[in-house]
Structure formats: C-alpha cells, structure tokens
C-alpha cells in the first residue's frame, strides 16, 4: 500500500470530480472544486484515473489544464495510488461480473483500490454504477453528491459533487 492513511480519513477521487473541478463549463465544476479543496483527509486518486482525467483534461481544456493536473500530484494535493499487482485478479472479476453495467478498467480499478485501501469514501460523477456495484470491504461506498441531469462528462450517468 503506497498510501499511509487512516482508511475513513481518505477519500478516493475518481477522474469526473477532477475533470468537472477543472471545467467552469460543467455544472457540478464549483462543487467539485470545493469538495477537493476542503476534504479533511488524503485525496486518493488511482493511477488509471490519473490517465482518465489527464486525456480528457488535455483534450477537452488544453494542455495547462494537465500540467495543473501533474502539479497538484507534484505538490501533494493530490495522492496517486499505483495499482497493485493484486488488483488486476479484482479488477478482471469486476469487468466480468458488471459487463453489462458497462464498467471499465478504470472504474474497476477504483474499486479495487477502496478495497486494498479499506477506504468507504468515493468521490465520482458516475452514481450509476457505483451505486451498483459492490465492494467485498464493505457493504457498500460512501458516494458523494446526489444525481444529476447534465450532460455527461465521460459517456455515464454523472452527479453533482
């Protein structure tokens, strides 16, 4: 384990909350934003949504929009976390027992990490699936925000952080 935290201190952050805090285009940009600038533990972020995050950042705001991605891992803010060897047996599970939810490498990489992590917070603009899925740790993730009805950022059903 890479990060050395209390698990219910840390929260995990998929790519959607760092895109959406990134992009004043997006509905839930502000919420985002104050939700990664006020979280009272670690800020998790699996190396895979890192990548996620990174190519659409790049893509959709240009390039100092990665680099301020890159900085803030640089400055601490925010703590990536490798995948683990192990996690590629929970991540292939995942992917078979959710294909038709749609789930993707990096959405099950999440889970994994908040499984190997024993970490229960989630931060994600995709409710829809992990709402759905079900991680062995716990009975189920503390997502943050509610549901939302604007246009998607990643191709899912986002929320509002």
Known sequence: M???AEPTKMLVVDAGPLIAASDVSEEAHERCRQLLHEAPGPLVVPTLAVAEAAYFLR????AAAELAL???IQA???LPEPVDGSDWTRICELLAEYSDLGL???D???LAACERLGATKLATLDHRRFSVVRPRHCAALTLTGVISTSTPIL?????SC
Do not use: E, P, Q
Not at 155 to 159: E, L, M
């Open 104 to 106: 993707g490498i990096t």
């Open 70 to 72: 890159a900085a803030s």
């Open 76 to 78: 601490g803010d925010l």
């Open 59 to 62: 893509r959709r705001l240009g």
């Open 155 to 159: 191709g899912a059903s986002h929320a």
């Open 2 to 4: 890479s990060v050395s």
């Open 108 to 110: 099950a990489s999440v």
